[in-house]
């Protein structure tokens, strides 16, 4: 509507500047001319201001146009920048953890390798993990394997070529040879399938809340003095054989993301070949 207004007006123009040519050599024609002049005079600057915001609203409209184009790619640059931030953080998490359990076992880090979690057993009672690392790297049947502070989480109980899966030390069919640090007492630690019990304690035992369980190479299946666990109740019956003891992993076994296996140990390797049957020890598949 404006644009059909606006070409009325300016024919209107266009036909009165023919009229002041026509009547230019007349006498008249100074009067006639700055009588139309006055008269036109406003009407042509209403049309400049119309004329003039219809430009401005299609400028501004193809500026708009453009800025939003550049907003949003801005705000795909700025979801690429978080994402390659986050990526670098979790990198960074990642080598810090790898670092902190390298450290733990000193100058035996040559015998581990690090592995990533990336799955687990959902079934109940069954505290499985998958990892990484598998056969190609050096992982075997047997091998201790190793959380933060080189606390033992559980034993590897297969392996293919690129993957493992540990059986931790809280799985119900877990059991691995131990001795209690301060009063050298033997004991099997048990899986229960949330947590830890110390068996084949007997009455009397000097076991006592606080004491910290290692590991022992009884049968042979197991490095000696791996931290495994600490003491966190005693409890006994007249009518019970042995002590009923409850220990708890010195690791957040649910929280595990990276784990050292310990390749450079080869369960029953120091054995000699004439032994008998051992005592059961760790988590074979």
């Known amino acids: 509507m404006i644009i059909v207004r606006q070409a009325a007006w300016l024919s ?20 006639v001319e700055e009588a139309v002049g006055g008269a ?16 401005d609203v299609l400028l501004h409209a193809g500026q708009m146009e453009q800025l939003a184009s550049e907003n949003a790619e801005l705000r795909r640059a700025l979801a690429r920048s978080e994402g390659d931030l986050s990526a670098l953080r979790e990198e960074r998490t990642r080598v810090q953890a790898a670092t902190t359990l390298i450290a733990a ?18 079934a109940p009672g069954r ?46 069919d877990s059991a691995a040879s131990t001795i209690v640090q301060s ?36 049968g042979g299946l197991l490095p000696p003095g791996l931290l495994a666990g600490k003491v966190t109740s005693v409890h006994s019956a007249p009518q019970d054989l042995n002590e009923t003891i409850v220990v708890e992993p010195l690791a957040d076994l649910a ?31």
């Open 105 to 122: 076992v000193g100058d035996r880090a040559d015998q581990f390798i690090i592995a990533s979690v990336l799955a687990r057993e959902p």
């Open 40 to 55: 036109v005079s406003p009407i042509a600057a209403a049309i400049r201001g119309v004329v003039r915001p219809s430009a």
């Open 255 to 285: 929280r595990l993301e990276e784990v050292l296996v310990m390749t450079g140990f080869t369960p029953g390797a120091d054995l000699p070949l004439s032994s008998g049957t051992a005592t059961k020890a760790g988590g074979g598949s």
């Open 183 to 218: 009063s050298r007492t033997p004991a099997a630690l048990a899986g229960t399938g949330s947590g830890l019990r110390l068996d084949f304690v007997s009455h009397g035992a000097a076991v006592a809340p606080g004491d910290v369980v290692l590991t022992s190479a009884l």
């Open 12 to 31: 209107a123009l266009v036909a009165t500047a023919l009229l002041l040519l026509v009547l230019s050599p007349l006498p008249q024609a100074a009067r």
């Open 127 to 172: 505290q499985l993990l998958l990892i990484d690392r598998g056969t190609r790297h050096g992982v075997r049947a047997g091998q201790p394997v190793l959380g933060p502070g080189a606390t033992l989480v559980g034993i590897v109980a297969q392996a293919d070529d690129r993957h493992a899966r540990i059986r931790l030390i809280t799985d119900r």
